[in-house]
């Protein structure tokens, strides 16, 4: 198996809708909030992204965030990109499978992202950032699949495209 099957065969363990409990906070100083999680995984951009589309009740309000995961070929790492609305926060994390573990490790100045499906049928997140050179974990979540995960899907191959800026 090519380095990029395997990385597809990895990153597809993500795919389906999963839902479980997550753990939030928005400061190091503040107390987890236990929070009813749901996250719906696709493949997007031609099958080369997960989408994660996090949906959580926090005492009746929704909040929200996405998550875009994906392998980078020029650079031979895998990138997450991170959305949430209510913080208008948007960070990028660089990493790559720990292939032993079973885990994405992404990391950014500021945070780490780890993302870990050594389980099949149950995928946890850990999201930990950095403020004023202390780290603490920002949101913990454990999930399991309702259906079965889509094994394998592959990147659809494209012509190299060139644009030329007058």
């Known amino acids: 198996m090519s380095e990029r099957e395997h990385d597809q ?11 479980g409990t997550l753990l939030h906070r928005g400061h190091a100083d503040q107390p987890f909030q236990q929070l ?13 992204f ?32 991170s959305l949430e609305p209510d913080h208008r926060r948007v960070t990028t994390r660089l990493g790559d499978w720990r292939r032993e573990q079973g885990r994405l490790v992404l990391t950014s100045p500021q945070s780490r992202a780890v993302c870990d499906v050594t389980v099949l049928g149950q995928l ?35 012509e190299p495209r060139r644009f030329v800026i007058a």
């Open 9 to 19: 065969l990895m990153l597809s363990r993500l795919v389906g809708c999963w839902q």
């Open 36 to 48: 009813a999680a749901k996250f719906d995984n696709r493949w997007v951009l031609g099958g080369r």
């Open 50 to 81: 997960i989408e994660m589309t996090l949906h959580a009740d926090t005492s009746g309000e929704a909040w929200s965030a996405v998550f875009y995961i994906g392998y980078e070929r020029s650079e031979r790492r895998h990138v997450l990109v």
């Open 124 to 158: 946890k997140l850990e999201l930990t950032d950095e403020v004023a050179g202390r780290e603490f974990v920002r949101f913990r979540a454990d999930c399991r699949s309702g259906a079965s995960p889509v094994l394998m899907k592959s990147a659809q191959p494209r």
